[in-house]
């Protein structure tokens, strides 16, 4: 009955192979040039003492485990959305305090109406200024989260994630006022990442 399995090696077999290889020699007649044939070209193992970097571009410096991690870290998504809400933050609520400087709601005096004293005023402002900043926060937050998630799947970085995060972050705050809202805000949101998007590459 034939079988499918292989012979099994005789060891007395492959010890008279391997004595064989040793005095031929595998590329070489030579013993000591074919053990550096072997050493090259049929040693698989590599280790990183061995290895060697051209210095054509400059000193070549190895990243040590500890600066993968940082700079793994760095580059998650989850530092990004936390960045991104973070500066978000920072912009929105300047941009709060401005438009709240120029237009104060103060009373008109000649109108016989009550004047607002300077701590209405700047609670005001304070209000205008979280008001602002927390919805730049949210929109930073969303956008830069749906951003690294497309590329992350993708595996590209190119001006489609822009355009597909701000149509998705768009279309979420739009939402809020109803589905004709939704599409308008993710057209238009989408367009303003693609023009951004292109200005910051191309410049």
């Not at 005096?109 to 602002?132: C, D, L, N």
């Not at 590329?151 to 149509?167: C, L, P």
């Not at 939402?175 to 590459?201: E, P």
Request: hydrophobic share 40%.
């Amino acid at each position: 009955m034939a079988t499918l399995l292989p012979k099994p090696v005789d060891p007395e077999e492959a010890a008279k192979r391997e004595k064989a290889a040793k005095t031929e020699g595998v590329f070489f007649p030579g013993s000591d040039l074919d053990e550096v044939a072997k050493h090259f070209i049929g040693n698989i193992h590599r280790y990183r003492e061995n290895i060697i970097i051209p210095k054509m571009y400059g000193v070549v410096q190895i990243k040590t485990n500890e600066e993968k991690l940082v700079e793994a870290a760095f580059e998650s998504c989850a530092f990004k959305s936390f960045m991104s809400c973070v500066l978000g933050y920072g912009l929105g609520a300047a941009i709060g305090l401005f438009s709240s400087s120029v237009n104060p709601s103060i009373a008109d005096p000649m109108a016989g109406e009550k004047q607002q004293t300077a701590r209405e005023i700047f609670r005001e402002m304070r209000q205008a200024t979280h008001s602002y900043g927390k919805n730049f926060a949210v929109i930073g937050a969303v956008f830069a989260a749906v951003e690294c998630a497309i590329e992350s799947k993708r595996g590209v970085s190119d001006w489609k994630n822009g355009t597909y995060a701000g149509a998705v972050t768009g279309g979420l705050i739009g939402l809020r006022a109803g589905v004709k809202a939704g599409i308008i805000g993710a057209a238009g949101f989408a367009a303003f990442s693609t023009v951004i998007d292109y200005y910051m590459r191309h410049r």
